[in-house]
């Protein structure tokens, strides 16, 4: 049994795939990592960006799509919806068989929304309204008018995956959009049983900016590289509670489905860290790790099957006031990552327009 499969059967993890691209799709390698245990699929501006102007396999549904009258993002989006209905329809036996468990791929509302909260639950509605697939993810980044949008989504019935989480108090807010969308459906008579949520909290990045922080000492030195999985053990915990208790109670009644968190950003930008940290320590029931293909195949290779998301979860608290004590705002590096996350994913999602565009001149 591969290490991906142990992580669900054993541990409750479920391992998805943070890539897309069609030359996976047409090779049937995406088929062949579902088969080794990858249990859903993420995508976001810049892995598509990347994958469509990495390939050719885009341009003769691009030429028609354009020679037809389609402007240049509307060819964009058709391309992208392309691919994850393939991918849905891929992963829909696994749904099944999980009974709405996994199965789901995740597709972003454009970065240029992050901070329009009705704009975004608008796309999110549209996006699950135009491809249709129950195991459908709409991607919201976790901004202070994306909490608006999500609550309005999921009230709506949409599932969502709230994205670009970095701080444990926007992660709070994020639980709370939710439940309370769930609550607005129940008063509105909606199926709870049918809502799916995900909160991606990402991980690497937390660690690449506070050590960029700390200072040069060997106090400093001691907390390099271990705030990220300190926080997110951390946010577990407030998974645990706020999945719990009266509140939820009422809303599980009704079917709803917890809102699990989701470790993204998971491989290693430092070289000094094991390049599995991220995976090995954060092992539990009722999560995500979305995972590039070089981290599964390193995890597989010499990563580890137990439970760690809970361990020292005295000693996570004490990192983080630690931390704090050597000068670093965790707040204000939540903020500072939130605002470069929407801004590089607007980035990649100008580029790969500019790359089409590109394309449209040079065959006019």
């Not at 249990?39 to 990347?50: E, F, K, M, S, Y």
């Not at 329009?116 to 491809?131: E, G, N, T």
């Not at 807010?173 to 309370?180: E, F, G, S």
């Not at 000492?217 to 907390?223: D, E, I, K, L, Q």
């Amino acid at each position: 049994m591969t290490k991906l499969r142990r992580l669900h059967d054993e541990q409750g993890q479920s391992p998805w795939l943070d890539n897309l691209t069609r030359d996976h799709l047409r090779s049937g390698h995406l088929e062949r990592l579902v088969n080794r245990g990858v249990r859903g699929v993420t995508a976001n501006p810049t892995i598509l960006a990347n994958a469509i102007a990495g390939s050719d396999a885009y341009d003769d549904q691009f030429a028609e799509l354009v020679g037809g009258g389609a402007t240049v993002e509307d060819a964009y989006w058709e391309l992208v919806i392309a691919d994850v209905v393939e991918a849905l329809d891929l992963l829909a036996p696994l749904h099944e068989a999980s009974n709405g468990g996994d199965g789901f791929v995740s597709l972003e509302v454009a970065p240029a929304l992050a901070h329009d909260a009705d704009a975004s639950a608008a796309a999110a509605a549209d996006l699950h309204q135009r491809i249709d697939r129950p195991n459908l993810l709409v991607k919201i980044p976790a901004t202070s008018e994306g909490i608006d949008a999500i609550r309005q989504a999921t009230s709506a019935g949409n599932n969502i995956n709230v994205t670009l989480i970095f701080s444990l108090n926007r992660y709070d807010q994020v639980i709370d959009a939710y439940l309370t969308g769930l609550e607005t459906l129940a008063a509105s008579g909606g199926d709870l049983a049918t809502v799916h949520s995900v909160a991606s909290f990402f991980v690497s990045r937390v660690d690449t900016e506070v050590d960029r922080r700390l200072p040069a000492t060997a106090t400093g030195h001691a907390v390099k590289g271990t705030v990220a999985v300190a926080q997110a053990r951390r946010a577990y915990a407030m998974f645990r509670d706020a999945f719990r208790g009266p509140r939820w109670d009422a809303l599980a009644a009704r079917g709803a489905t917890v809102q699990r968190p989701l470790w993204a950003s998971t491989s290693t930008k430092d070289p000094t860290l094991p390049d599995t940290l991220y995976v090995d320590q954060l092992i539990g029931p009722d999560t995500v790790n979305t995972l590039p293909e070089p981290t599964i195949d390193a995890f597989e290779d010499h990563g580890t099957v137990a439970r760690t998301i809970d361990e020292s979860a005295d000693g996570a608290g004490a990192i983080l006031t630690r931390a704090a004590d050597l000068g670093v705002d965790l707040a204000d590096v939540g903020s500072t990552l939130e605002d470069q996350g929407v801004a590089a994913f607007t980035r990649s999602f100008a580029e790969v327009l500019a790359s089409l565009q590109a394309k449209v001149v040079a065959n006019a």
